[in-house]
C-alpha cells in the first residue's frame, strides 16, 4: 500500500496483524511541519509497521514502528536563510488501551512511546510530531555567517577597537 498522506488506521487491529503501509508525502501536505518550513520543497518517505508484543511488564501491548527519511528546507536558526536538514526518524510506540494507562506507562518507559490505540489513529499526526521533534533542534549552517548589517556592525566595531589599542600603544 503506497498512499501520500499517511491514512489513519485501527492502531491494535494493524498491529495485532503484523500490517504495514508505506508512502512518500511532499512536505506541504504535512499543514504543522510546512508552517516551520523556509519553503514547501522536499519530501519523506515513510513507512508503519505493527506487531504484537509483550512490554518489560508482561503487559500486552501491540507496537508500531515509524520510519521516515528525507530532507526539508528549514530556515537556519542563526541566520533565517534556507537550510537542508536531513530528516532520520525512527521511533517505536507501544500502545495502551486507555489515556490513563498510556500517560503512566510513557513516563515509565525511556527507549519507547506509549501512546492510545485508537480505532481512528492518524498516521499523519504522529509522523508530524515526530518531524517537529526534529525541527526544534534549532538546526543552523554549518559556516552560517551572520546577515551582512549585523556584519558590517561587527567589522566597525573592531575596527573602532583596533584603531584604539593602536592610540595607546
Ligand atoms: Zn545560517
Known amino acids: 500500500m503506497i498512499t501520500s498522506i499517511p491514512p489513519s488506521i485501527d492502531a491494535e487491529a494493524f498491529a495485532r496483524a503484523r500490517q504495514r503501509c508505506e508512502g512518500e508525502v511532499d512536505a506541504g501536505q504535512l499543514e504543522r511541519v510546512a508552517a516551520e518550513l523556509f519553503s514547501l520543497e522536499g519530501k519523506l518517505t515513510w513507512s508503519v509497521d505493527g506487531e504484537p508484543w509483550t512490554d518489560p ?8 514502528h515509524l520510519s521516515a ?3 526539508l528546507l528549514v530556515p537556519c536558526a542563526r541566520c533565517l536563510g534556507p537550510l537542508q536538514q536531513a530528516i532520520a526518524i525512527e521511533r517505536w510506540a507501544a500502545l495502551a488501551p486507555d489515556e490513563s494507562s498510556a500517560e503512566q506507562e510513557d513516563l515509565e518507559a525511556e527507549a519507547y512511546d506509549v501512546l492510545v490505540a485508537s480505532p481512528h489513529f492518524s498516521l499523519a499526526q504522529w509522523l508530524e510530531d515526530e518531524v517537529l521533534l526534529e525541527l526544534l533542534r534549532e538546526p543552523r549552517h554549518a559556516d552560517c555567517s551572520l546577515p551582512e548589517h549585523l556584519q558590517d556592525d561587527r567589522t566597525s566595531a573592531f575596527a573602532a577597537l583596533e584603531s584604539l589599542r593602536k592610540r595607546e600603544s
Open 57 to 64: 511488564m508482561g503487559r500486552d501491548r501491540p507496537h508500531l
Open 69 to 71: 527519511r528525507g530532507h
